[in-house]
Nanobody, 122 residues
Framework: QLQLVESGGGLVQPGGSLRLSCSASGASLDHYSIGWFRQAPGEEREGVACIDHFDGRTSYKDFLMGRFRISRDNARNTVYLQMNDLKPEDTAVYYC???????????????WGQGTQVTGSS
């Protein structure tokens, strides 16, 4: 069964960058679209970005304004989320998720990681 593990979170100054990793085991990510989500304290979980398993098409939430970039390395069975120009409001637990359906940022995903904390200092 597919298992996902996120890493790369941490504390970052405003304007700083982080790269999150979503590493998979138990199955190849070739067959899965991957989404990144986040949940801030007291807020509902929201979709951030996704990448399609079939054609590598990417999709992002408009509020990111081009600051984040999702990519995948199938050889490493890993998907990345490069986050630039981080702001205090980006503070959240970030999750990756996988599904065999086409990429949809707010879609339903079958497999989830445990999350990694990103804290933007103010």
């Amino acid at each position: 069964q597919l298992q996902l593990v996120e890493s790369g979170g941490g504390l970052v100054q405003p304007g700083g960058s982080l790269r999150l990793s979503c590493s998979a085991s138990g199955a190849s990510l070739d067959h899965y679209s991957i989404g990144w989500f986040r949940q801030a304290p007291g807020e509902e979980r929201e979709g951030v970005a996704c990448i399609d398993h079939f054609d590598g098409r990417t999709s992002y939430k408009d509020f990111l304004m081009g600051r984040f970039r999702i990519s995948r390395d199938n050889a490493r069975n890993t998907v990345y989320l490069q986050m630039n120009d981080l702001k205090p409001e980006d503070t959240a637990v970030y999750y990756c998720a996988a599904d065999e359906a086409p990429c949809y940022v707010d879609g339903l995903y079958d497999y989830w990681g445990q999350g990694t904390q990103v804290t933007g200092s103010s």
